[in-house]
């Protein structure tokens, strides 16, 4: 059984920093892409970023691009995400994703407020 748990969120000034973490088992973690979304208040799902199975190769949406990291430790089935200079549209709840043929796989999220 796929299972993903992220931790990791919280309440961070603007300006600040957080690091997500994605615990991953039930499927070989070191084989699969593995992707970051997230969900404003009010809002549809929106991608943040991807990272793919050997981690040399990582895209970013526009709005985060320059201020997040995605990263991954494949000894540790772990994925992450490092998030600096935080604004308060980046409040959100963060879902780590696993797409695999026409299945998608889920966390429960995470979530983080941006506010001072």
């Known amino acids: 059984e796929v299972q993903l748990v992220e931790s990791g969120g919280g309440l961070v000034q603007p300006g600040g920093s957080l690091r997500l973490s994605c615990a991953a088992s039930?499927?070989?973690?070191?084989?699969?892409?593995m992707s970051w979304v997230r969900q404003a208040p009010g809002k549809g799902l929106e991608w943040v970023s991807a990272?793919?199975?050997?981690?040399?190769?990582?895209s970013y949406a526009d709005s985060v691009k320059g201020r997040f990291t995605i990263s991954r430790d494949n000894a540790k089935n772990t994925l992450y995400l490092q998030m600096n200079s935080l604004k308060p549209e980046d409040t959100a709840v963060y879902y780590c994703?696993?797409?695999?043929?026409?299945?998608?796989?889920w966390g429960q999220g995470t979530q983080v407020t941006v506010s001072s």
């Open positions: 990272i793919n199975s050997g981690g040399g190769s990582t």
């Open positions: 994703n696993l797409s695999s043929g026409s299945r998608s796989y």
């Open positions: 039930g499927f070989t973690f070191s084989s699969a892409a």
